[in-house]
């Protein structure tokens, strides 16, 4: 009877209680909603995105063509199918000034860094030397 009084018990019955609810109510919410967990996309999207390169890839050596797309420039490699809009910095900006004097064809040898935002890839240049 002693130990029912004790008010240390009570606290650490209530917590137990608390503790137990919460770690109900985190689960049913992820088995509902399971992409919440990595928060990653839904399926269906993420199998239109299959071709989408993560951020932080590297791209060295890349062979292709810039062509100005509305105010941005886009750049699509040489015998694919992969276009990415620039971002604009230094690099970018000389090569719109060479696309300026030349003509449109120049193939050039590119080293970016591709960057995502809302499941779509960007290149910041780092390199652009024209290839012959």
Do not use: H
Request: glycine content about 4%.
């Amino acid at each position: 009877m002693r130990l029912l009084r004790s008010p240390a018990l009570w606290v650490i019955l209530a917590a137990s209680i608390l503790a137990i609810f919460t770690n109900v109510v985190v689960d049913n919410r992820i088995s509902a909603n399971p992409n919440s967990e990595n928060d990653r996309p839904p399926l269906s999207q993420m199998a239109k995105e299959e071709s989408a390169l993560r951020e932080g890839t590297q791209l060295n050596e890349v062979k292709g063509r810039f062509r100005k797309q509305g105010d941005r420039f886009q750049f699509t490699e040489d015998g694919g199918q992969k276009s990415f809009k620039c971002l604009e910095n230094l690099c970018l900006q000389r090569i719109s000034v060479n696309q300026q004097d030349e003509d449109r064809k120049i193939t050039w040898l590119i080293s970016a860094k591709v960057t995502e935002f809302n499941g779509e890839n960007y290149l910041i240049l780092e390199k652009a030397v024209r290839s012959r």
